[in-house]
T-cell receptor
């Protein structure tokens, strides 16, 4: 089944404790992206990657890191989480070219930082 | 940069009625306008999209219209059903759909 998977789905942590949220897709997509969703603010892009070893900042990158060592994986790293990073996070992927623009989203990771 | 405004933020309709959600965008370079549906506890899912060389697109009960001159686009759902209840997001972007800016969402409630 074609899908984007994220782990963990739920995470409660404390301020300053490094964490990683994994994202994997099995559709051979070139493009991958991370969004955060907050009430009343919609979806905001954190980082994106057009291909392996190519990453770029989105609209709200502060406090986050990403890496793209393999085509299928795009982990999101919070080196020192803070309470304002409490949010619902989505990973998405697409072909990223004119063949298809559709972005496929994962099921989300709900993060709480206390 | 691009800015997308979406209205209304909440919409309640009776089953069988039509629902319309409107979005405006600011960047005239945007050429791709998708609509996503997000059900409770799930990630957004594309329901329909339109590119700038088309003024209208329809898929069964769902249609999207685009007015590039006025920089606005709308989602139309006819004969609404309770399963249409969800949060709907519009977005605008370019570069093969990768650089998407989303609206803040509309919570649609369809009562039977």
């Amino acid at each position: 089944e074609a899908q984007v998977t994220q782990n963990p789905r739920y995470l409660i942590t404390v301020t300053g404790k490094k964490l990683t949220v994994t994202c994997s897709q099995n559709m051979n997509h070139e493009y991958m992206s991370w969004y955060r969703q907050d009430p009343g603010l919609g979806l905001r892009q954190i980082y994106y990657s057009m291909n392996v070893e190519v990453t770029d900042k989105g609209d709200v990158p502060e406090g986050y890191k990403v890496s793209r060592k393999e085509k299928r994986n795009f982990p999101l790293i919070l080196e020192s989480p803070s309470p304002n990073q409490t949010s619902l996070y989505f990973c998405a992927s697409s072909f990223g070219d004119r063949s298809s623009y559709e972005q496929y989203f994962g099921p989300g990771t709900r993060l709480t930082v206390t | 940069g691009e800015n997308v405004e979406q209205h209304p933020s909440t919409l309640s309709v009776q089953e069988g009625d039509s629902a319309v959600i409107k979005c405006t965008y600011s960047d005239s370079a945007s050429n791709y306008f998708p609509w996503y549906k997000q059900e409770l506890g799930k990630g957004p899912q594309l329901i329909i999209d339109i590119r700038s060389n088309v003024g209208e697109k329809k898929d069964q009960r769902i249609a999207v219209t685009l007015n590039k001159t006025a920089k606005h686009f709308s989602l139309h759902i006819t004969e609404t059903q309770p399963e249409d209840s969800a949060v709907y997001f519009c977005a605008a972007g370019s570069e093969a759909g990768t650089a998407l800016i989303f609206g803040k969402g509309t919570t649609l409630s369809v009562s039977s």
